[in-house]
């Protein structure tokens, strides 16, 4: 399968910023489309990483220099068996090199986009794809921070003693309400249950 040109859809912004300059068979219309090109410079970009030299690669895959040059120019296409090789030589995986190609397209992309808008390309990139600021990464570490201490005090609430005694004996934390009979009398700090009285011996005048 050889790479053809086409368009991936969006994905988050590249981290490595590589533009690529137009052939002089390349129209502006053809330039922000993903082609061989994209995918050459991540192949020469991942082999210069390496410190490895494009002939080094060349003969690792069994190719001439010259043939290894138009890969990573463009001019020649890779075929799925090729990119193995080179990606096994590179000892990465072939995806990652998919995707480092489509990071060079998205950049070229976002470059042609802002040269039409009248705009410079890193006020694009960061209207398109915003990232926290160093404040509101404080912010919110701030508040999960405070959030936290709110749940280990809140836990350790929860595992007090009593807590312990109210699962045992079965009476809640604060107590339980006991209504109280009044019968409208006045009520004491502290009832005590006194014995009954004995019952006075009728006198004889009142049986006659």
């Not at 990652?96 to 470059?111: A, T, V």
């Not at 009593?162 to 107590?175: A, I, K, T």
């Not at 249950?193 to 006659?208: L, M, V, W």
Request: net charge positive.
């Amino acid at each position: 399968m050889r790479v053809s040109s086409f368009f991936l859809g969006r994905h988050h912004c590249c981290s490595r910023f590589v533009r690529l300059e137009r052939g002089p068979g390349v129209s502006r219309r053809m330039a922000p489309m993903f082609g061989d090109e994209h995918l050459g410079r991540a192949v020469a970009l991942r082999r210069e990483f390496r410190r490895m030299t494009q002939l080094a690669l060349a003969r690792a895959i069994g190719v001439n220099k010259t043939t290894m040059n138009g890969y990573e120019t463009g001019s020649r296409g890779m075929d799925t068996p090729i990119l193995e090789k080179i990606s096994s030589a590179l000892e990465c995986q072939a995806i990652e090199i998919w995707e480092d190609g489509f990071k060079i397209f998205r950049y070229n992309y976002l470059c042609e986009q802002a040269e039409r808008m009248g705009v410079n390309v890193k006020d694009l990139i960061d209207r398109l794809y915003p990232q926290a600021s160093i404040v509101e990464v404080r912010k919110a570490y701030d508040a999960a921070d405070e959030k936290l201490w709110e749940l280990i005090s809140s836990l350790a609430s929860f595992l007090k003693p009593d807590r312990e005694y109210e699962s045992q004996g079965g009476v809640p934390r604060w107590g339980v309400v006991v209504p109280l009979k009044t019968n409208g009398k006045r009520e004491r700090a502290v009832r005590f249950r006194k014995g009954k009285k004995k019952s006075r011996p009728k006198s004889r005048s009142s049986e006659d």
